[in-house]
């Protein structure tokens, strides 16, 4: 064999690098193998609602009572969705809802279309960007009328930003993770990193740091393990690293300062070329509550939109990152994965996944999708994974 494996990393990072790829393959969804896939929807349901039931039966008064009148209003407004004692209603707002959308969001839109525009001049963007492996081997098609990438295995586990406002880190990564499963089976990299290093933001809040993931690069949960703080900047190695990032076509309405959520197409696209994106959402305390079914709150242009400062243009209201994963137009809605724990939400069937932690959230509603971007990740060079295939 010509070329050595050791010219291309080092000792170091090979060995590294091999056992993130054996945690990976191990941590990949694969249809009979590492999950109890449920016999039905209802089985999974039951499970859900005696989790959420206990937890009630212990809570307080006060609880109690912003429950009944959360599901007061849920009927008077004839919607679908239930709520319950989630464990993120044991934190505030502020300690859940960290993602800062940037003042400067449509200068970013277009400083990044331009960088676009000359990428596809040279090439077409899918050849330059996607391996051709990619391209023939997972089935997506933004005609369908319902798609889950948690079918295909290329989404990783919910994780739990605990006290820490980094769900902007969370959702940054979320997309990154969903790529490197899509191009060389890595599925576990460090939102301590993330948020210690990348400049991005910290606990208080911040926003996408994909620049940062291109730049330097980040390491695996294991080297840097979250520890629900903003945390100090260590020495790790750092050998994941993505390759380009965009935002999702949208465009800036007459009397706004953002460009708007993009359309239900474009993010469709979005979602079957390039994998899981980052989005950025409205949380209330009713999507705090959440539990099940399909959420959609009809809010008060005086939440939905802010002002700029001198008060002449409207900009979208949002203060959550999440990460999303697919959709059903049955329903009308889009299929997030958060980071509030899997004391939140539910499985939102029928993708393989059986923990809680997941949502189904209304087109349109709670600004959904605002500032949504996609991120390639750098497959690691001679590491190879081998593909799962069902009944393997």
Not at 242 to 253: F, I, N, R
């Amino acid at each position: 064999m010509k070329r050595n494996l050791l010219s291309v990393l080092t000792t170091g990072a090979l060995l590294a690098a091999v056992a993130f790829q054996s945690f990976s393959a191990r941590s990949q969804v694969r249809p009979g193998a590492d999950r109890q896939i449920p016999q039905s929807a209802q089985q999974a349901n039951r499970r859900i609602d005696e989790f959420y039931a206990q937890r009630e039966r212990n809570a307080s008064a006060e609880i109690r009572q912003q429950l009944e009148q959360f599901r007061r209003e849920i009927r008077e407004q004839n919607l679908s969705y239930t709520v319950g004692y989630t464990t993120a209603m044991d934190r505030s707002l502020e300690e859940l809802a960290g993602t800062r959308v940037p003042d400067d969001l449509a200068d970013q839109y277009r400083q990044k279309n331009a960088l676009f525009a000359g990428i596809k001049s040279r090439d077409s963007q899918d050849k330059m960007l996607m391996d051709a492996s990619f391209q023939s081997s997972y089935s997506c098609s933004a005609a369908a009328s319902s798609f889950d990438w948690r079918d295909q295995g290329k989404v990783t586990p919910v994780r739990d930003q605990l006290g820490c406002g980094g769900c902007w880190a969370f959702a940054t990564l979320g997309a990154f993770e969903g790529s490197y499963l899509l191009r060389s089976g890595i599925s576990d990299t460090s939102e301590q990193d993330v948020l210690s290093c990348s400049g991005a933001g910290t606990c208080k809040g911040g926003f996408w740091a994909f620049d940062y993931l291109i730049k330097t690069g980040t390491t695996t949960e294991p080297s840097a393990p979250f520890t629900g703080t903003t945390g100090i900047c260590k020495s790790v190695p750092r050998l994941y690293k993505a390759e380009t990032w965009g935002y999702v076509p949208s465009k800036v309405a007459a009397g706004f300062a953002q460009p708007n959520p993009p359309e239900i197409a474009e993010l469709k696209k979005a979602l079957c070329r390039y994998g899981p994106i980052s989005i950025a959402l409205l949380a209330t305390p009713k999507m705090i509550a959440y539990t099940g079914g399909v959420f959609k709150e009809d809010l008060p242009d005086s939440v939905r939109y802010g002002k700029t400062a001198d008060g002449k243009l409207k900009t979208f209201s949002a203060n959550h990152g999440v990460t999303l994963i697919g959709w059903d137009d049955h329903l009308g809605a889009w299929l997030i994965k958060n980071s509030w724990g899997t004391g939140w939400g539910e499985w939102a069937g029928p993708g393989l996944s059986v923990e809680r932690g997941y949502g189904l959230i209304a087109y349109g509603s709670n600004n959904i999708g605002l500032g949504a971007a996609w991120v390639v990740a750098r497959p690691l060079p001679m590491i190879r994974v081998p593909i799962f295939k069902s009944g393997d």
